[in-house]
């Protein structure tokens, strides 16, 4: 009977034991992955806002990180756009006393006007591209892209009043979805009218252009984003 008793008492101090490391064990925080430690995102909110989201939680200013750098093979090292990202990051962070999560968001229903309006000169460069430039003059170039713009605009806000009139879940990419179709069909029944060529060809022109210029809008577009990032 002692025995029995003595095993069950050894039995109940290791069952208490376990207990008190699962409880102590469930407190202390795991160690932080390196996909834990860096984050960078971006989505397009509700309002229309291009939301990007950064974080960064290694390191504190940026003398601790060019340290480890310099201790890294160059295999492991921060190399181009990323090493600029992740500097300025840490920079702000610096900055605004050492803000971990970096949020910049940038209205792209104001933005994007603007920024089309800036790149008309170069959507008429696109244009005369494709057009002979000893039969057309750049000013036709640039008072058809102005023509063609205007519609775009206009385009444009008839989009957002929909957007605004069916505020449902899917209702905003399909209007987007046909306000790029409706976009394509006018620019290419605007070049079949005023530079007199077939269907088939000015559509094929249509695309070529509509496919460099969102190229370049894309790319003002992140460089935007880019100086937004600066400046933050």
């Excluded at 069950?8 to 202390?28: L, M, P």
């Excluded at 860096?38 to 601790?64: A, C, D, P, Q, T």
């Excluded at 899917?170 to 394509?184: D, N, R």
């Amino acid at each position: 009977m002692r025995i029995a008793a003595n095993n069950f008492q050894q039995s109940a101090s290791d069952t208490g034991r376990k207990n008190v490391y699962k409880e102590i064990a469930s407190r202390i925080e795991p160690p932080k992955s390196p996909a834990d430690l860096e984050s960078f995102g971006f989505f397009f909110s509700s309002s229309g806002e291009l939301v990007i989201e950064m974080g960064e939680y290694k390191y504190h200013n940026l003398l601790e990180y060019d340290s480890v750098q310099k201790k890294l093979p160059d295999s492991l090292k921060d190399q181009g756009f990323m090493r600029w990202l992740l500097r300025n990051n840490i920079r702000l962070k610096s900055e605004h006393e050492n803000r971990s999560h970096v949020r910049i968001s940038i209205d792209m229903q104001h933005s994007l006007p603007k920024i089309m309006f800036v790149l008309l000169p170069l959507f008429a460069f696109f244009v005369s591209c494709f057009y002979s430039r000893k039969k057309y003059f750049y000013a036709q170039h640039a008072i058809f892209t102005i023509h063609f713009h205007s519609f775009i605009f206009l385009l444009f806000l008839l989009v957002l009043l929909l957007d605004k009139i069916f505020p449902w879940e899917w209702s905003g990419l399909i209007i987007c979805a046909v306000g790029l179709f409706v976009g394509f069909l006018y620019l290419t029944f605007a070049l079949k009218k005023v530079y007199q060529q077939s269907l088939i060809l000015s559509g094929v022109k249509a695309l070529a252009i509509s496919f460099i210029y969102s190229i370049v809008v894309i790319i003002s577009i992140w460089l935007l984003v880019l100086i937004t990032f600066l400046f933050v």
